[in-house]
């Protein structure tokens, strides 16, 4: 095992990190709200945060992978950089995602005509994958916004060498990061032919 990083101070550390969890949420929610489509011209396609957004995802997912098999071969101080790499990158994906629904707007799953709101004949035509896509998104988002405070504490707990709480909280933790990660592409996937 690897020296602690950090000095302990669980209240600091715990009060820091629903701080910031709750701001992370707060700027989700809120700045999700506004839409300066049509309002802000960028010199790109917008829904190139999209695309960045599903390949951080990917990043993720499989950093996650190889984090996993590094620890069990006992390789921490890779394991570290790899994990420490994939909550940068999911830093990264936070930003970009704000900046997709703030330029972008909120797609619609099935919308083919530009309108808002599903006609009768959108809704048919997505059938079933609109279900599908639903179950997957109502999912997806609790699951994210769950995880971040367990991701930090997990953090938390390995820089400052407490390496069996680390343990129980990564037991939870890691399978709903890869689930969330995964789960990213597959939303992308699935969403992006109805950006318009």
């Not at 190139?48 to 071969?73: E, R, S």
């Not at 530009?114 to 004949?121: M, N, T």
């Not at 998104?137 to 938390?156: E, K, R």
Request: charged share 15%; glycine share 6%; aromatic share 12%.
């Amino acid at each position: 095992m690897l020296p602690a990083t950090w000095k302990k101070n669980d209240k600091k550390a715990r009060n820091l990190i629903i701080l910031f969890s709750v701001i992370v949420f707060a700027a989700v929610s809120i700045l999700g709200r506004y839409n300066l489509a049509g309002k802000v011209s960028l010199p790109f396609n917008v829904h190139l945060f999209a695309t960045a957004n599903a390949v951080i995802n990917a990043t993720v997912a499989l950093l996650l992978v190889i984090g996993l098999i590094v620890v069990k071969q006992k390789n921490y101080l890779l394991h570290k950089k790899i994990m420490l790499t994939a909550m940068l990158l999911s830093v990264l994906f936070l930003v970009s995602y704000i900046c997709h629904h703030l330029f972008a707007g909120e797609a619609i799953y099935g919308e083919t005509d530009g309108i808002k709101g599903l006609s009768e004949a959108e809704r048919t035509a997505a059938g079933g994958m609109r279900t599908l896509y639903l179950l997957i998104l109502i999912t997806h988002i609790p699951l994210a916004g769950l995880a971040l405070p367990f991701i930090l504490f997990a953090a938390y707990r390995a820089l400052t060498g407490e390496y069996e709480k680390h343990k129980k909280l990564v037991r939870i933790i890691w399978p709903m990061w890869l689930y969330v990660a995964i789960t990213g592409v597959v939303v992308y996937i699935m969403i992006s032919p109805y950006y318009h």
